[in-house]
C-alpha cells in the first residue's frame, strides 16, 4: 500500500525557513517524480515542485522560485522541501505527491497518491 | 488568478449530469495533458482523470473527461450525494514550465 507522511510544518515568523519532509512507502521510491503542492486556507491548489526521480530536474513556481528548494534522498526514500525566506503568503497545507508513471515525463505529471498533508503557518 | 478558468461553482440534482469547464491556452491544455482531481472537504485531492479521459482503477465509470483544442470538461452522470466535492483540473505549461490548476469548482447536490 502506498504511503506518503508529511512533517515539519508549524508555525514560522517571517523570513524564517522550515524544512518539509515526506516519507514514502509501498513503492519504488526512485522510480517515480514527486513534486509538493500547496493550499492555502480556503483556496485552491498551488503546485509548487517537482523533481524527478533520481533527483537530476527540478522545476519550481514562480512564487517559491528562489527561495525553496526541493530534494530527495532515495536511499532513505523520503523527499524534503527547504522553504527559506518564509512569507505570510506562503501559509498553507503542504501536500507531498507521487507522480502516477513511472516514465518520467515532466508535461504529463499527474499525482495518483497524496500525503495527508502538513500545514504550515507564517506569522509573527 | 489562475491560467485555467473553472466556473467557481456548480449544482445538479441526484441523478442528473453536470459538466464543469476547464479553459486553459495553447501553451497548456492545448498541448498538455489534462488531469482532474475530487478534494472532499477536509481531506487530500484524488485522482478522478488522468491524460485527458483516462480514468484510474476505482473511480466510477459516471465520471469522464474529454478535451478539445485549449479546453477541457469533466462530466459527472448519475450525480449522487457523495460527489458534492471540489474538483480541480491541471495541465503543464509549457510557457510557464509549470503546472497549473484550474482555481476549483464547488459542486453542489441539491
Redesign the interface.
Known amino acids: 500500500e502506498v504511503q506518503l507522511l508529511e512533517s515539519g510544518g508549524g508555525l514560522v515568523q517571517p523570513g524564517g525557513s522550515l524544512r518539509l519532509s515526506c516519507a514514502a512507502s509501498g513503492f519504488t521510491f526512485s522510480s517515480y517524480a514527486m513534486?509538493w503542492?500547496r493550499q492555502a486556507p480556503g483556496k485552491?491548489?498551488?503546485?509548487v515542485s517537482?523533481i524527478s526521480g533520481s533527483g537530476g530536474s527540478t522545476?519550481?513556481?514562480?512564487s517559491v522560485k528562489g527561495r525553496f528548494t526541493i530534494s530527495r534522498d532515495n536511499s532513505k526514500n523520503t523527499l524534503y522541501l527547504q522553504m527559506n525566506s518564509l512569507r505570510a503568503e506562503d501559509t498553507a497545507v503542504y501536500?507531498c505527491a507521487k507522480d502516477?508513471s513511472m516514465v518520467y515525463a515532466?508535461?504529463?505529471?499527474?499525482?495518483?497518491y497524496?500525503?495527508?498533508?502538513t500545514l504550515v503557518t507564517v506569522s509573527s | 488568478q489562475s491560467v485555467l478558468t473553472q466556473p467557481p461553482s456548480a449544482s445538479g440534482t441526484p441523478g442528473q449530469r453536470v459538466t464543469i469547464s476547464c479553459s486553459g491556452s495553447s501553451s497548456n491544455i492545448g498541448s498538455n495533458y489534462v488531469y482532474w482531481y475530487q478534494q472532499l472537504p477536509g481531506t487530500a485531492p484524488k485522482l478522478l482523470i488522468y491524460r485527458n479521459n483516462q480514468r484510474p482503477s476505482g473511480v466510477p465509470d459516471r465520471f469522464s473527461g474529454s478535451k478539445s483544442g485549449t479546453s477541457a470538461s469533466l462530466a459527472i452522470s448519475g450525480l449522487r450525494s457523495e460527489d458534492e466535492a471540489d474538483y480541480y483540473c491541471a495541465a503543464w505549461d509549457d510557457s510557464l514550465s509549470g503546472l497549473l490548476f484550474g482555481g476549483g469548482t464547488k459542486l453542489t447536490v441539491l
Not at chain 1, 497524496?114 to 498533508?117: F, I, L, P, S
Request: net charge negative.
Open positions: 513534486s503542492v485552491g491548489l498551488e503546485w517537482a522545476y519550481y513556481a514562480d501536500y502516477l515532466i508535461r504529463s505529471l499527474g499525482f495518483d497524496w500525503g495527508q498533508g
